[in-house]
Nanobody, 125 residues
Framework: QVQLVESGGGLVQAGGSLRLSCAAS????????MGWFRQAPGKEREFVAA????????NYADSVKGRFTISRDNAKNTVYLQMNSLKPEDTGVYYC??????????????????WGQGTQVTVSS
């Protein structure tokens, strides 16, 4: 069982930056690939970024490539999402998720086993 707790959300103006953090419980964090998803009001949840257990491989949604960076610190059991050049369309609740199997990059929510409670990101125009 893995428990995930997100933090770092907030209100920011367009063009600004935020860094989200997701702290995981347990001693086997490196065994999990991690992902970030988001859900805007009235829309379905969508994939944002993923990272393998080692941190060597990453994957991004086209809408955030070049602006967002996913990273992890396995010594701290934490995954991060650095978000730069934020746009109003980035507004939503951001969730981190853990997927059993550290070497695969997954973009489908159904492939993730554990989810955090989410953190709100609001980008004003």
């Amino acid at each position: 069982q893995v428990q995930l707790v997100e933090s770092g959300g907030g209100l920011v103006q367009a063009g600004g930056s935020l860094r989200l953090s997701c702290a995981a419980s347990g001693r086997t964090f490196i065994r999990y690939a991690m992902g970030w998803f988001r859900q805007a009001p009235g829309k379905e949840r969508e994939f944002v970024a993923a990272i393998t257990g080692s941190g060597y491989n990453t994957n991004y949604a086209d809408s955030v490539k070049g602006r967002f960076t996913i990273s992890r610190d396995n010594a701290k059991n934490t995954v991060y999402l650095q978000m730069n050049s934020l746009k109003p369309e980035d507004t939503g609740v951001y969730y981190c998720a853990a997927s059993i199997g550290s070497s695969l990059l997954r973009s489908r929510g159904d492939d993730y086993n554990y989810w955090g409670q989410g953190t709100q990101v609001t980008v004003s125009s």
